[in-house]
C-alpha cells in the first residue's frame, strides 16, 4: 500500500515536502517513484529511487529542484521539492515499481500541489 501526502497551497519559489507511507512491500526490492498528473496533460514522472536506495532517477523538468530520499525510520520515500513554479502544480502519486525504467505496478491515492501566488 502506498499513501501520498504533503500536498498544498504555496507560492512560486517556495517549497514543500512530500512522503509516500510504504506499507506491505520492501522498500529492498521495488523501486518507489513520484509521478505527477496535471488537468489536460499526460502523466510525467518525476523522480524514482531505486530498490534499497541505490540510485535516483529524474526529470528534465524538476533536475536540480527536486530531491527523493529515504526515511529508514518512518519506511517512507520523501520528495522535497525546492524552486516550485506554477507548472509543478498537479497531483502527485507515489507508485511502486520493479525498476525505475519499468512501468509503475500500482500507485495510491495523491496530493494536490498548488503553486500560485
Known amino acids: 500500500q502506498l499513501q501520498a501526502s504533503g500536498g498544498g497551497l504555496v507560492q512560486p519559489g517556495g517549497s514543500l515536502r512530500l512522503s509516500c507511507a510504504v506499507s506491505?512491500?520492501?522498500?529492498?526490492?521495488?523501486?518507489i517513484g513520484w509521478f505527477r498528473q496535471a488537468p489536460g496533460k499526460e502523466r510525467e514522472g518525476v523522480a524514482c529511487?531505486?530498490?534499497?536506495?541505490?540510485?535516483?532517477d529524474y526529470a528534465d523538468s524538476v533536475r536540480g529542484r527536486f530531491i527523493v530520499s529515504r526515511d529508514y525510520a518512518k519506511n517512507t520515500i520523501d520528495l522535497q521539492m525546492n524552486g516550485l513554479k506554477s507548472e509543478d502544480t498537479a497531483v502527485y502519486y507515489c507508485a511502486a515499481y520493479a525498476s525505475c525504467n519499468g512501468p509503475p505496478l500500482g500507485w495510491g491515492q495523491g496530493t494536490l500541489v498548488t503553486v500560485s501566488s
Open positions: 529511487m531505486s530498490s534499497g536506495a541505490a540510485s535516483t
Open positions: 506491505g512491500l520492501s522498500l529492498d526490492y521495488h523501486a
